[in-house]
């Protein structure tokens, strides 16, 4: 039995984008597509018995009608295809209002042939090519579903947190001692697992994070636990596999070293046999983000060509890619950049910011005193504290130095 797990689509990513004039869609919205068209094809070229989805399929929680257009296509095509995709509600699909329905829930509405969504714990039992399989839901749970104000009342947040653990910990079990052990069973969480690297959702989290601790979820009933919400693809535990796909395109610089794509798993259906569990990450090329840090030396004659050369250092990587471009050096220097030949050379870049971290040289201190606010008589006095002079050589040094000072101010006020 093969299953493509990936999640965190985030349609409505539009930053560091433009316009297609022969679209009319956001070129981010387009990247983001293109991942999902070359997942599409992969679970149709290679016969995939199931595609789960583990949540946040938008941005927003009320998406534009062209980003919902847009993945319903999608959806439509892979069902249309004979493959039975799952669809779990993350916390960016659901609404705002408690009464109002969750994005994905459009298709269970519209009753879509091999389109199954989850909006809440239950278990589906789906039928597949390669027979049948269980997923165990833990959708993203709202805090107020879980906790009612009366058992809140009173506790600090730690022990509140303490009790969402435990509410989301008994639904896990709950799930593992209803599934039949016959059939191979995968659980698939919306869920913040503790010890999980963290990607680009930090700056898109929505609300109170709530987290589980790997033991807690890595139940041994499944024998896959396929995760969603953190966007870094990684493997928290190998037996059994608790995995997060990552989201499946590059959403800004904190993705930027990141590897972006799906998982394939495959599971041996016969439980006689010892069921066996493999996985295997598989990568999408995707937008690249490239970030191109120049420190520029103060003494520099020619700051612009410096940050050319380390523009040209990154050989092709400038070309299509999503740009930033930092530049350090003295307010002196700042004035001699040439901008438009910057630009020019990074005409190739999809998207291009450019940012001056213009350094300010600090003035000498002496003392509570700059050196343009001291007197050349508390100057000199600095200066022969500051050195390790004999009391003899301090007092003539003194001595001379301040007739020679009184001499020439005698000078300058003639």
């Given at each position: 039995m093969k299953i493509l797990h990936f999640a965190d689509l985030h349609l409505g990513v539009e930053t560091y984008g433009h316009i297609n004039p022969q679209s009319g869609l956001s070129t981010r919205l387009e990247d983001i597509l293109k991942a999902l068209d070359d997942l599409i094809d992969y679970a149709l070229q290679n016969k995939v018995d199931l595609v789960l989805f583990c949540g946040d399929a938008y941005k927003s929680r009320e998406p534009g009608q062209t980003q919902q257009r847009e993945f319903a296509r999608r959806i439509k095509r892979l069902s249309g295809g004979g493959i039975p995709i799952f669809l779990l509600v993350g916390n960016h699909d659901l609404p705002s209002a408690m009464s109002g329905a969750s994005t994905p829930e459009i298709f269970d509405t519209l009753a879509i042939d091999n389109v199954y969504v989850s909006n809440r714990p239950q278990i589906h039992r789906i039928q597949t090519a390669s027979g049948a399989i269980q997923i165990a839901s833990l959708p993203w749970v709202r805090r107020s579903?879980?906790?009612?104000?009366?058992?809140?009342?009173?506790?600090?947040?730690?022990?509140?947190?303490?009790?969402?653990?435990?509410?989301?910990?008994?639904?896990?079990?709950?799930?593992?001692?209803?599934?039949?052990?016959?059939?191979?069973?995968?659980?698939?969480?919306?869920?913040?697992?503790?010890?999980?690297?963290?990607?680009?959702?930090?700056?898109?989290?929505?609300?109170?994070?709530?987290?589980?601790?790997?033991?807690?979820v890595a139940n041994p009933a499944f024998d896959y636990i396929a995760l969603g919400h953190i966007h870094r693809h990684q493997v928290l535990l190998p037996n059994p596999p608790l995995i997060y796909s990552g989201s499946l395109a590059r959403l800004d610089f904190g993705d930027e070293e990141d590897e972006k794509g799906f998982y394939i798993i495959e599971i041996e259906p016969e439980k006689e046999r010892g069921r066996r569990t493999t996985f295997e990450f598989y990568p999408l090329a995707g937008r690249r983000f490239l970030t191109i840090n120049v420190d520029i030396d103060s003494q520099e004659i020619d700051p612009t060509a410096t940050v050319l050369r380390a523009i040209?250092?990154?050989?092709?990587?400038?070309?299509?890619?999503?740009?930033?471009?930092?530049?350090?050096?003295?307010?002196?220097?700042?004035?001699?950049?040439?901008d438009n030949e910057i630009r020019s050379v990074l005409k190739q870049a999809h998207y291009l910011s450019i940012t001056r971290d213009v350094r300010r040289e600090t003035r000498l201190r002496?003392?509570?005193?700059?050196?343009?606010?001291?007197?050349?008589?508390?100057?000199l006095k600095k200066y022969v504290e500051s050195n390790k002079f004999s009391p003899e050589q301090a007092k003539h040094l003194l001595e001379y130095g301040e007739k020679l000072i009184g001499e020439r101010e005698g000078q300058v006020n003639k």
């Open positions: 579903t879980m906790l009612a104000k009366e058992e809140s009342k009173g506790l600090s947040l730690e022990q509140i947190n303490q009790k969402l653990q435990q509410a989301l910990t008994n639904i896990i079990t709950n799930h593992a001692q209803q599934l039949d052990p016959a059939l191979p069973a995968i659980l698939a969480a919306h869920v913040w697992v503790s010890g999980a690297r963290l990607g680009t959702e930090k700056s898109m989290t929505i609300g109170q994070e709530q987290t589980l601790l790997p033991g807690n040209a250092a990154q050989g092709d990587k400038v070309n299509d890619a999503i740009v930033r471009l930092n530049i350090s050096l003295t307010a002196e220097l700042e004035g001699q950049l040439r002496l003392g509570k005193w700059t050196a343009e606010e001291i007197t050349p008589v508390d100057a």
